[in-house]
């Protein structure tokens, strides 16, 4: 069954950082964008950053310099390394896989058919 799994939350202090890792199991047919959203309490899921099978990458404005997206297309696991961590990106971030419609895959949820259950990071001041 295709899914994904992601690993590597863990609570830090401000300013510290963190990799996130996301294992896509049960396929062979990888879908060509995969993504990285991020849910805090009482708050909508928003999109964190996204890597295409074009090499494309992209990243949402509040994360843009800290965080990076890579992914071993061999294996295709996703990661996200994130540095100088703030408390506002305390959330569970969870990856998903969706279709590609360009060059950059696009940002919106319903892009993405395939979700992780996700891993919490938490940053204290």
């Known amino acids: 069954q295709e899914r994904l799994v992601e690993s590597g939350g863990d609570s830090v202090q401000t300013g510290g950082s963190l990799k996130l890792r996301c294992d896509y199991l049960?396929?062979?047919?990888?879908?060509?964008?995969m993504g990285w959203f991020r849910q805090a309490p009482g708050k909508e899921r928003e999109w964190v950053s996204s890597?295409?099978?074009?090499?494309?990458?992209n990243y949402a404005d509040s994360v843009k310099g800290r965080f990076t997206i890579s992914k071993d297309s061999a294996t295709n696991t996703l990661f996200l390394q994130m540095t100088s961590l703030r408390p506002e990106d305390t959330a569970l971030y969870s990856c998903?896989?969706?279709?590609?419609?360009?060059?950059?895959?696009?940002?919106?949820?319903?892009?993405?058919?395939?979700w992780g259950r996700g891993t919490q990071v938490t940053v204290s001041s």
């Open positions: 998903a896989a969706g279709t590609l419609w360009g060059y950059l895959c696009r940002t919106g949820a319903a892009d993405y058919e395939v």
């Open positions: 049960g396929t062979s047919s990888y879908r060509p964008c």
């Open positions: 890597i295409a099978t074009t090499g494309g990458t």
